[in-house]
């Protein structure tokens, strides 16, 4: 049989067919951010609406719309919710083994006790560190409890780790977004590393700063800008050092570690006014999970061995995700299988190509490579088997509601996909013609907010973003490259990303919330970078590799 052509504009003109394609997507909106209503309700809403819109008006049949569902719905489980289940394994040993409470005193300690700092090295730090190894929420979830325990409030741990979570995105999980966006475009893969490496260093040189403007506003600022400083620069500085000269893989991790230790040095040598203590335990604004108390009371010294300890999980973390990376054991033992009924079966009229759907089974994907590491910290430690086992039903009962959701939204992105729906919302904003670059990097952001990945991202608008620069006689690498810069800012508002960041601080049920308080700034940090990257298409020609 041939292929069933996605219509562009099924309804005429192309202005109205983009207008009805986002109806789903603001309905997502609506229900989390107005209604408040769960990440799963309003995944499962937004899915039915897409479903009916696919199906009645962009004419999809129905089998290639149930098996593109059952597609993303199968990705959203491997290999997207099992990095996620193994790195918060991770997270639920290094507590049950006290590893956990030692990196939380090892934090209060270097930040002082001051909140300011705190968000500095926790959120914005040590969430790059993991955002660069594992990414999908996980880092989120972590870093989270761990301003919990200094005394944040669920919704302002979840929220100041959400912001956070954007500067690392680009590079986040290896590098893996770049390399993709390589590869769905043909570009050249240091090309497109450094150009996001002359992007996303300015969100990360300011990001520190503004993190520190919420939680302590204006006066907490003035107070601690020395600081932020420090941390921004340095994780900028070598962000963009790193993406330029080497390429994507170890960006983040470098950039992350370089910012801690230019951080706490500077902090040994400098100190902010005392205005910035940790919100009284009593505060939080729901009950902290079963596990709280093993939370510090006070920070102590602590021994290198304890510090060794603290850092040992993570640490151990980084080592072999950058090994697996290197040892390209990713791809090792994975097999292809062709969805029925979908490969194939659709034709990209915008692209005059058939829309291939193989499902690439990864044993040894990212996720697998985590859970090694809750293996190798359970053998060093010697952790007790049924210490270790212990942790593993914990973490499934985190995540169950996550899983359903995470499922739910990537089955709706996979469908917007298939359908063509997002195609004709990118056909739309490629019609602006010399304005597009303002445009470009929303239209990350929406793709990013859709999927939850700045990956898939790459994977659904990078060709996009190509074809309208040689339209626009501009440089396709700009336009590319801005799709994944673009992506980072819809990370903090994305259903996928906020329901995983959620679970590990009582949160679960209240995403809406969650995406209330990110909501304006995530849309702030895309029309900033959608201005730079105006400004590098017509006047900054020369910050384009």
């Not at 870093?143 to 690392?168: D, H, K, Q, R, S």
């Not at 993406?243 to 100190?271: C, E, M």
């Not at 939204?409 to 303002?438: D, E, H, K, R």
Request: glycine share 10%.
């Amino acid at each position: 049989m041939s292929p069933w052509p996605q219509p562009v504009a099924p309804l005429h003109p192309l202005t109205l067919s983009a207008i009805v394609a986002a109806l789903p997507l603001a309905l997502l909106l609506v229900l989390m951010g107005l209604a408040r209503k769960s990440g799963l309700v309003s995944a499962a809403w937004g899915l039915i609406g897409a479903g009916i819109l696919a199906i009645g008006v962009w004419g999809m049949p129905v089998k290639l719309a149930v098996a593109s569902i059952a597609f993303g719905a199968v990705y959203g489980l491997w290999p997207i919710m099992w990095i996620v289940v193994a790195a918060l394994w991770l997270y639920n040993l290094s507590i049950a083994t006290g590893q956990f409470v030692l990196l939380q005193r090892w934090m209060m300690e270097h930040a002082s006790g001051d909140r300011r700092i705190q968000v500095i090295l926790v959120a914005f730090a040590f969430g790059a560190l993991l955002e660069g190894t594992a990414g999908f929420g996980a880092p989120v979830a972590v870093a989270a409890y761990l301003l919990l325990g200094l005394g944040f409030t669920a919704a302002e741990a979840v929220t100041v780790c959400l912001i956070a979570n954007t500067a690392p995105v680009a590079f986040g999980g290896l590098g893996i977004p770049i390399v993709a966006l390589a590869a769905v475009t043909g570009l050249n893969l240091n090309q497109l590393s450094s150009m996001a490496g002359r992007q996303v260093p300015f969100l990360s040189l300011l990001l520190p700063g503004y993190l520190v403007w919420v939680v302590a506003k204006g006066r907490g600022l003035r107070e601690t800008w020395p600081a932020a400083l420090v941390a921004g620069a340095s994780f900028a500085l070598t962000q963009f050092l790193v993406s330029n000269l080497w390429g994507p893989y170890a960006a983040d991790i470098l950039a992350a570690l370089a910012s801690i230790l230019a951080l706490v040095l500077f902090l040994r040598i400098w100190k902010p006014r005392p205005n910035g203590s940790p919100v009284p335990r009593g505060k939080s604004s729901v009950e902290r999970p079963s596990h709280s108390e093993h939370a510090p009371a006070a920070p102590s010294g602590l021994s290198t061995r304890q510090v060794l300890e603290a850092w040992a999980p993570w640490i151990l973390l980084s080592i072999v995700m950058v090994a697996w990376s290197y040892l390209k054991l990713l791809s090792k033992g994975q097999f292809l299988v062709a969805v029925p009924y979908l490969n194939n079966g659709v034709f990209i009229t915008l692209y005059q190509k058939s829309y291939a759907a193989v499902y690439v089974f990864q044993p040894l994907a990212a996720g697998t490579a985590a859970f090694t590491t809750v293996l190798l910290t359970a053998l060093i430690f010697a952790v007790r088997p049924r210490l270790f086992l212990a942790s593993g039903p914990r973490t499934l009962r985190q995540v169950r509601q996550p899983i359903l959701t995470v499922v739910t939204i990537v089955g709706l992105a996979y469908l917007y996909n298939y359908s063509g729906m997002a195609y004709t919302l990118g056909a739309a904003l490629a019609a602006l013609g010399w304005l597009f670059p303002l445009a470009s990097g929303f239209l990350g952001w929406m793709a990013c907010f859709l999927s939850g990945s700045d990956t898939a991202s790459n994977l659904l608008f990078g060709n996009l973003q190509v074809a309208a620069a040689h339209q626009l006689g501009l440089n396709p690498v700009l336009l590319a490259a801005t799709n994944s810069s673009g992506a980072v800012t819809g990370k903090m508002v994305s259903p996928q990303n906020v329901a995983v960041g959620v679970t590990t601080v009582g949160l679960v049920g209240q995403e809406g919330n969650v995406v209330r308080s990110t909501f304006w700034h995530s849309l702030l940090f895309a029309g900033g970078l959608s201005v730079l990257a105006f400004a590098q298409a017509y006047w900054l020609k020369w910050m384009v590799p």
